[in-house]
């Protein structure tokens, strides 16, 4: 098996290996992965929180799994604003998007002189980093402040505070401890919500006051009860709560 790391500033991954199958995710520079298996022009691949799909060959840079363990229990030093640049030179820059793991940038060959945190972050910061993302389009597969869905959201927000969570809300409903009411979450819980079949298909970061923030057209609050999500403007609930959890 072999290893790549991403050096570019967001990369489409995708179910096939062609440019019109459907968005999985995005790379974010500075993130490692499994080469699964190599085409032609694309490989399979696995990122470390799991999730798996296609990209173009010419998107990434291939390592030793010598580099990769190296690379990957060092430290993580995640980009904390919403976009920033890496630069090889004065003349050649690199754009950064929040939660890249610019902690690589030197290994790629670049210089990097932004704001970054380094370890894990208290979770009172959960609340400040979920709203840097308000009013962000929401976009199927995405996972910046350009485009980003709900579990895509939920995991950047996470990730600034040095925690890692899978990429689906299905995936991320397994972490943690599951709460009774939802008096009993504090802010920067997570809320869950299923379809009629039972399956969680959604995800939020709970909020003081009875307060949701999350990604449904766009980042946006609105209010949480017992049956789910409350959409003032459209005065009708949106999504049918499951589960809330709390996670350390």
Avoid at 33 to 49: A, G, N
Avoid at 158 to 175: A, F, H, N, V
Wanted: proline share 2%; net charge negative; glycine share 8%.
């Amino acid at each position: 098996m072999t290893y790549g790391i991403c050096e570019l500033s967001l990369v489409p991954l995708r179910e096939a290996g062609q440019h019109s199958s459907l968005l999985v995710s995005e790379i974010l520079y500075g993130e490692l992965f499994q080469i699964l298996s190599q085409q032609k022009k694309w490989s399979r691949v696995r990122l470390l929180d799991s999730c798996e799909g296609w990209i173009e060959n010419s998107q990434y840079k291939e390592i030793s799994k010598e580099v990769y363990n190296d690379l990957k229990n060092a430290n993580t030093k995640v980009l904390l604003d919403l976009v920033e640049f890496v630069y090889q030179d004065e003349n050649i820059l690199f754009p950064t998007s929040i939660g890249s793991i610019v902690q690589h940038s030197a290994f790629l060959g670049h210089q990097f002189e932004g704001n970054a945190s380094l370890g894990v972050i208290e979770k009172s910061k959960i609340r400040e980093n979920a709203f840097m993302f308000l009013n962000t389009p929401y976009r199927q597969g995405g996972k910046s402040p350009f485009g980003i869905d709900a579990s895509g959201f939920v995991q950047l927000v996470y990730r600034l505070c040095g925690i890692l969570l899978p990429r689906t809300p299905k995936e991320q409903s397994e972490k943690g401890e599951t709460l009774s009411f939802i008096e009993e979450s504090e802010v920067g819980d997570l809320a869950f919500f299923d379809d009629n079949e039972g399956n969680i298909i959604h995800v939020g970061i709970v909020l003081e006051n009875n307060y949701i923030i999350h990604a449904h057209g766009k980042v946006r609050m609105d209010r949480l009860d017992q049956t789910g999500i409350y959409n003032v403007e459209m005065r009708k609930h949106t999504h049918k709560l499951r589960l809330i959890k709390t996670i350390s």
